[in-house]
């Protein structure tokens, strides 16, 4: 760590790797938990510079007002690790209606059935976005179908997550769309909306997800220049500028 800049956390050098994932139990993983840890004298301070993301922070107890066999599912430490809760009832942050407040930008169902961009999690990796949703969602109804309509708003944020933080030039984009409102254009009104009559009808979780994850990394990432790659390492993903060039 120099005076201005530091090593990055573990969070953004590696930020598909949750923090019990046996990624960093060996090799790579846990050579820079060793390094990170060396170059780290007040942790107090660094972490107020850079907050953890939702992959290195602690379980949430989940609420009495999600069934038992949901709070069991949370408890185990069989779960999917794309169960992990957000709020500890599950549900999203935000309800909007857009038809009155139309300061929204539009975003499309393309991220979440992307491919260019693998996401690599501990031993696994996944296509999509889309595979991860309807492997979890597969299993999920085949227990109850009360069980998945309780937990799929937290599948839908960890997943589209992961997706996020696979290419840094997406969670930037993300980032500047600032406290705009996000809708989700698509033909699954679960997921998204569409346009009827002039109005917009769809629950939008999608989008509700989008807003409440780039909450999150407008935090972890708001110190993302400070970093410094020389003492990291390669950063997971480079960005490209405005002429499509890798730096």
């Not at 069991?72 to 599950?90: H, M, V």
């Not at 693998?118 to 109804?141: C, P, Q, R, V």
């Not at 935090?219 to 730096?247: A, F, M, Q, T």
């Amino acid at each position: 760590m120099t005076d201005d800049k530091y090593i990055a956390p573990p969070w953004i050098k590696y930020p598909t790797a949750p923090e019990k994932s046996d990624f960093w139990r060996n090799g790579s993983g846990a050579e820079y938990l060793i390094k990170f840890n060396k170059n780290i004298t007040d942790k107090d301070k660094y972490y107020k510079i850079f907050p953890k993301a939702p992959t290195f922070t602690q379980e949430l107890e989940p609420s009495t007002s999600l069934s038992e066999d949901a709070q069991e599912l949370i408890k185990s430490t069989l779960k999917p690790l794309f169960i992990k809760l957000w709020t500890r009832d599950g549900k999203p942050k935000y309800n909007i209606d857009f038809n009155e407040d139309k300061n929204y930008i539009q975003m499309y169902d393309t991220i979440y059935k992307d491919t260019t961009h693998h996401i690599h999690i501990g031993t696994k990796t996944y296509d999509s976005a889309k595979e991860i949703i309807s492997l979890i969602e597969n299993d999920l109804k085949s227990k109850s179908p009360e069980l998945w309509n309780e937990l799929k708003y937290t599948l839908y944020l960890n997943a589209l997550y992961y997706k996020i933080v696979t290419d840094i030039n997406f969670t930037k984009e993300l980032i500047k769309t600032k406290d705009r409102c996000i809708v989700f254009k698509s033909d699954n009104l679960e997921w998204g909306v569409t346009i009827d009559d002039g109005k917009l009808i769809g629950q939008n979780l999608f989008g509700f997800a989008m807003m409440e994850i780039r909450d999150v990394l407008c935090d972890v990432y708001e110190n993302y220049d400070l970093i410094d790659w020389d003492l990291s390492g390669s950063p997971y993903s480079k960005e490209r500028c405005s002429c499509n060039h890798v730096h």
